[in-house]
């Protein structure tokens, strides 16, 4: 539901209060994973995004290097983002199609033959989270507590599509990421990247098919 705050594995939401809009309604979807939980999947589908002044339209955030937000398959398809930042992480395998298009790049990640393929075993006993067909000003994946990483076998964006925001990852390992029919872009200029990759990402091996046009999300 909009407007509510889940702390996994319990599927009964509580109402948030935005700091930066307490006189109004949330419609924030935040989900709180503690360390140490185990998800089969993660799924949102057919999710309008987006608010004047939010700066994070989709977040998904571990808490330190050694608490991470851990995901065997991660994919993004039939997507829109303003714009996209990676850091503090490490991906096995990293592809982006030629059907994304940005408006702009810049993929700086520090190769490495150390990044883990991240295999999740057995989803016995494993928690689901799927959102499907919603409108939400933003949606927050958080690590809530120390002590040890969060275990998601597969996270699936699907025609999720934010018109202000960025999609903004942090203290994450995944073992392959797939990008497919993805545009990102907030000014239309190719000569300023709006898809970054930062060199504090880790990287084993990348497809980058990444197309640059003058992508503008409005």
């Known amino acids: 539901m909009s407007g509510a705050l889940y702390d996994a594995p319990s599927m009964i939401g509580s109402a948030v209060v935005d700091a930066e809009w307490p006189q109004d309604r949330s419609q924030t979807l935040q989900i709180n994973l503690p360390a140490g939980l185990r ?9 309008q995004l987006g608010k004047t002044g939010v700066t994070d339209a989709f977040q998904l955030s571990g808490t330190s290097t050694s608490d991470v937000i851990t995901i065997d398959t991660l994919i993004i398809r039939d997507s829109e983002f303003p714009t996209m930042d990676w850091a503090n992480g490490d991906i096995y395998t990293l592809t982006a199609t030629s059907s994304v298009v940005a408006a702009g790049h810049t993929f700086s990640p520090t190769m490495a033959s150390t990044t883990n393929d991240v295999v999740i075993g057995s989803g016995r ?5 799927i959102a499907e067909d919603m409108v939400v000003d933003r949606i927050l994946i958080i690590q809530s507590t120390t002590g040890g990483d969060v275990l998601i ?12 925001g960025a999609f903004n990852a942090d ?9 497919e029919n993805v545009r990102i872009g907030d000014d239309g200029d190719i000569d300023s990247a709006d898809f970054v990759i ?7 091996t990348v497809y980058d098919g990444v197309v640059e046009e003058p992508v503008f999300i409005r």
């Not at 076998?153 to 202000?164: C, H, P, S």
């Not at 930062?198 to 084993?204: D, F, G, H, K, R």
Request: charged letters at 20%; zero cysteines; aromatic letters at 12%.
């Open 171 to 179: 203290y994450f390992e995944i073992g392959r990421v797939l990008m």
């Open 39 to 47: 998800l089969d999947e993660i799924t949102f589908k057919n999710v």
């Open 153 to 164: 076998d597969t996270m699936i964006l699907d025609g999720v599509k934010a018109f202000e």
């Open 125 to 129: 006993g494993a928690v689901s989270y």
């Open 198 to 204: 930062q060199s504090s990402v880790s990287i084993n």
